[in-house]
T-cell receptor, first 118, second 112 residues
């Protein structure tokens, strides 16, 4: 069964350090999402890609976060410098398509990358 | 006002009872509605989707949608301890750019 791959599963870093997360979506999925989920809360959208283009990054703290999906396949989310408040689970999800369709279908999630900033 | 609202719970029900989970959304342009289940420390997994007004049944799960009231619910019949998890309501809409928004989730506890 096809899966969304994420790495690393766990990352512990000190504040002010740089950290990067990688995501490989299910083959053929055009849309890719990065969500941040703080314990006890729902997933918060950070950035959404349609192929290689950013569709929505309105909630991405651009002074320290960056995301790319250069060839429209896998994606990297970077934080530099990390802050204590960045401790969370970072979830990557992919879907077949977005926009212009009434039935947009489910999102498939990776196992997530849990970040702890000390 | 949050775009997707849920009661955070916990909602406790005895084994075998019906669990009722509710969700309201603010954008009338919302087109698609989903319920995801998330076990502690795991990622969300889809359990139900619904796109038109009315009820949709799948096994022990029934999703209900009322677009006029901007309300979607999930009923779990014959609740089992294994149903204990956080249930996330998600809404997809096209409003300028396409959005897929999650609520904060309702934590369900099924008591054996």
């Amino acid at each position: 069964e096809a899966e969304v791959a994420q790495s690393p599963r766990y990352k512990i870093t000190e504040k002010s350090q740089a950290v990067a997360f990688w995501c490989d979506p299910i083959s053929g999925h055009a849309t890719l999402y990065w969500y941040r989920q703080i314990l006890g809360q729902g997933p918060e959208l950070l950035v959404q890609f349609q192929d290689e283009s950013v569709v929505d990054d309105s909630q991405l703290p651009k002074d320290r976060f960056s995301a790319e999906r250069l060839k429209g396949v896998d994606s990297t989310l970077k934080i530099q410098p990390a802050e204590l408040g960045d401790s969370a689970m970072y979830l990557c999800a992919s879907g077949l398509r977005a926009g212009g369709f009434a039935n947009t279908g489910e999102l498939f999630f990776g196992e997530g990358s849990r970040l702890t900033v000390l | 006002q949050k775009e997707v609202e849920q009661n955070s719970g916990p909602l406790s029900v005895p084994e075998g009872a019906i669990a009722s989970l509710n969700c309201t959304y603010s954008d009338r342009g919302s087109q698609s509605f989903f319920w995801y289940r998330q076990y502690s420390g795991k990622s969300p997994e889809l359990i139900m989707s619904i796109y038109s007004n009315g009820d949709k049944e799948d096994g022990r799960f029934t999703a209900q949608l009322n677009k006029a009231s901007q309300y979607v619910s999930l009923l779990i019949r014959d609740s089992q301890p294994s149903d204990s998890a956080t249930y996330l309501c998600a809404v997809a809409l096209t409003s300028g750019t396409y959005k897929y928004i999650f609520g904060t989730g309702t934590r369900l506890k099924v008591l054996a």
